[in-house]
């Protein structure tokens, strides 16, 4: 078996087969940097559809151009459905699957199980597994490390297991995966030191971490945090409108605090795939330890109440123009869980509109960058932002902030705008601000 300096010279040669599992938002950027960076890759999807799209050079991310794909390809990058394509040969191997939480909100492995198991049928002697998948503290030595340590093959000595977390935020343009630093926890200080030195080659910084938990345990903290001060804003946010104080001036006096404060903004719940959904791994671990993760717990309580409290704001709003919730026509302007991107997971719309729908509201949206949405028993279409659908409703509800949203015209011509988001900051008009 080659030793890791032998292993070291084959990354340094680009002599190293990478293998991704997954390649969606979190695996497909990863397989394009490692193919841009020189290095052999496959990925590995079992969505038919994706590996059709990407084998001929088309991306279906909204952060990827098709270029790039393009680029990949010619330097040797391909997709697949079959696993012994992907695996058989890999140097090293990224698994990039879903964590999703199950219906009573616990965490749902089967995916990254059946990925190891993959992993496992084709494992090789010196080969790196990496796990990037969001989870809670001890996946990776508890659930992955048993699957793949079958025969005796033991991490450190046979082959390499590490986590290292994923911090991509969709959209954003400044911080792309080259320019965030990624954390990385080995199982071995080997195995720490082999993934540290292959992700060093596409990432600017790389911070080795003393296991996998502590890698593991940090992806999580980022994200509680955001969740548990998206909860203390959206709490507040309830408080203030009860209060009559406007909580959008008030986070903005609050910022102007140059130590110690970061802002946080309310909105009308909290989507996307991580922050509504990681902190409950967490949760749950932690109940096995016999300890009741109570800042998770109320912050989900809180979000979770958001989409009614949108719903009470619409009913107040329209009240005081002496008309009722039911038979009203309410526009969404909006859908995606956050601004200038089209992902609708988790998104808080797909609660609000039913919601406005079973209280007997007509409901249509316009949202450009979301052409279509599938609610539990029907699918609804974007009306034309041309068409400047706000004019024929009773209320405009605006639930995502996208930049295309010409709002001056907007405030003038709507009869009723319930601002879910501050996005009709300093302009004129009927607008009820969450
Ligand atoms: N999206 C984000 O912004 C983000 C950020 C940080 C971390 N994460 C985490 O990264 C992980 C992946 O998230 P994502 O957003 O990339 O998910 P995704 O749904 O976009 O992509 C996952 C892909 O895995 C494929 N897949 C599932 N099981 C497979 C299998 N056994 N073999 C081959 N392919 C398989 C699916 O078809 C899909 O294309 C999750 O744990 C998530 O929490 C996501």
Same mark, same amino acid.
């Given at each position: 078996?080659?030793?890791?300096?032998?292993?070291?010279?084959?990354?340094?040669?680009?002599?190293?087969?990478?293998?991704?599992?997954? =390649?969606? &938002?979190?695996?497909?950027?990863?397989?394009?940097?490692?193919?841009?960076?020189?290095?052999?890759?496959?990925?590995?999807?079992?969505?038919?559809?994706? $590996?059709?799209?990407?084998?001929?050079?088309?991306?279906?991310?909204?952060?990827?151009?098709?270029?790039?794909?393009?680029?990949?390809?010619?330097?040797?990058?391909?997709?697949?459905? #079959?696993?012994?394509?992907? =695996?058989?040969?890999?140097?090293?191997?990224?698994?990039?699957?879903?964590?999703?939480?199950?219906?009573?909100? +616990?965490?749902?492995?089967?995916?990254?199980?059946?990925?190891?198991?993959?992993?496992? #049928?084709?494992?090789?002697?010196?080969?790196? $597994?990496?796990?990037?998948?969001?989870?809670?503290?001890?996946?990776?030595?508890?659930?992955?490390?048993?699957?793949?340590?079958?025969?005796?093959?033991?991490?450190?000595?046979?082959? &390499?297991?590490?986590?290292?977390?994923?911090?991509?935020?969709?959209?954003?343009?400044?911080?792309?995966?080259?320019?965030?630093?990624?954390?990385?926890?080995?199982?071995?200080?080997?195995?720490?030191?082999?993934?540290?030195?292959?992700?060093?080659?596409?990432?600017?910084?790389?911070?080795?971490?003393?296991?996998? #938990? @502590?890698?593991?345990?940090?992806?999580?903290?980022?994200?509680?945090?955001?969740?548990?001060?998206?909860?203390?804003?959206?709490?507040?946010?309830?408080?203030?409108?009860?209060?009559?104080?406007?909580?959008?001036? @008030?986070?903005?006096?609050?910022?102007?605090?140059?130590?110690?404060?970061?802002?946080?903004?309310?909105?009308?719940?909290?989507?996307?795939?991580?922050?509504?959904?990681?902190?409950? &791994?967490?949760?749950?671990?932690?109940?096995? &330890?016999?300890?009741?993760?109570?800042?998770?717990?109320?912050?989900?309580?809180?979000?979770?109440?958001?989409?009614?409290? @949108?719903?009470?704001?619409?009913?107040?709003? =329209?009240?005081?123009?002496?008309?009722?919730?039911? +038979?009203?026509? *309410?526009?969404?302007?909006?859908?995606?869980?956050?601004?200038?991107?089209?992902?609708?997971?988790?998104?808080?719309?797909?609660?609000?509109?039913?919601?406005?729908?079973?209280?007997?509201?007509?409901?249509?949206?316009? +949202?450009?960058?979301?052409?279509?949405?599938?609610?539990?028993?029907?699918?609804?279409?974007?009306?034309?932002?041309?068409?400047?659908?706000?004019?024929?409703? +009773?209320?405009?509800?605006?639930?995502?902030?996208?930049?295309?949203?010409?709002?001056?015209?907007?405030?003038?011509?709507?009869?009723?705008?319930?601002?879910?988001?501050?996005?009709?900051?300093?302009?004129?008009?009927? *607008?009820?601000?969450?």
């Amino acid at each position: 078996m080659e030793n890791l300096e032998q292993l070291k010279k084959r990354i340094e040669e680009r002599e190293f087969q990478i293998a991704v599992i997954g =390649l969606g &938002y979190v695996g497909l950027p990863l397989a394009l940097s490692f193919a841009q960076e020189g290095f052999p890759v496959s990925g590995l999807d079992k969505d038919p559809q994706k $590996v059709k799209a990407l084998n001929e050079g088309k991306s279906y991310l909204d952060d990827i151009p098709s270029n790039q794909v393009e680029e990949a390809l010619k330097r040797g990058f391909s997709a697949t459905t #079959r696993e012994s394509e992907a =695996l058989a040969g890999a140097d090293a191997v990224f698994i990039c699957v879903p964590t999703p939480l199950t219906q009573t909100k +616990d965490p749902d492995l089967s995916y990254v199980i059946s990925a190891g198991k993959s992993v496992a #049928r084709y494992l090789k002697l010196g080969e790196l $597994v990496v796990l990037v998948s969001t989870t809670y503290p001890g996946t990776t030595e508890e659930v992955l490390l048993p699957l793949l340590q079958k025969g005796g093959r033991k991490a450190g000595a046979h082959f &390499y297991l590490s986590f290292s977390p994923e911090r991509v935020d969709p959209g954003n343009k400044i911080y792309r995966l080259r320019n965030t630093p990624k954390v990385v926890g080995g199982v071995t200080a080997a195995c720490t030191e082999l993934a540290a030195f292959l992700l060093s080659k596409i990432v600017d910084k790389v911070i080795p971490v003393s296991s996998p #938990r @502590v890698a593991e345990m940090s992806k999580l903290l980022e994200n509680t945090y955001r969740v548990v001060n998206i909860s203390l804003v959206n709490e507040l946010a309830q408080l203030c409108r009860r209060m009559k104080v406007n909580v959008w001036e @008030v986070i903005e006096a609050a910022s102007t605090k140059p130590y110690g404060f970061t802002p946080f903004y309310p909105g009308p719940g909290m989507g996307g795939h991580c922050i509504p959904i990681d902190p409950f &791994y967490l949760s749950w671990k932690a109940r096995a &330890y016999d300890f009741n993760l109570r800042f998770v717990e109320l912050a989900g309580e809180i979000n979770d109440s958001m989409p009614y409290f @949108v719903v009470d704001l619409v009913t107040e709003a =329209l009240n005081r123009e002496g008309k009722s919730l039911k +038979d009203s026509r *309410i526009l969404v302007l909006g859908v995606a869980y956050k601004q200038n991107i089209g992902d609708l997971r988790e998104s808080p719309a797909l609660k609000i509109i039913p919601l406005l729908e079973e209280r007997e509201a007509q409901v249509e949206y316009c +949202d450009p960058l979301v052409p279509s949405l599938e609610l539990e028993d029907r699918a609804l279409t974007s009306l034309p932002l041309s068409d400047k659908p706000w004019k024929g409703a +009773d209320c405009v509800l605006l639930l995502t902030a996208h930049r295309v949203f010409p709002y001056q015209e907007i405030a003038q011509e709507s009869r009723l705008i319930v601002d879910t988001r501050n996005a009709f900051q300093g302009l004129e008009g009927n *607008i009820v601000r969450l």
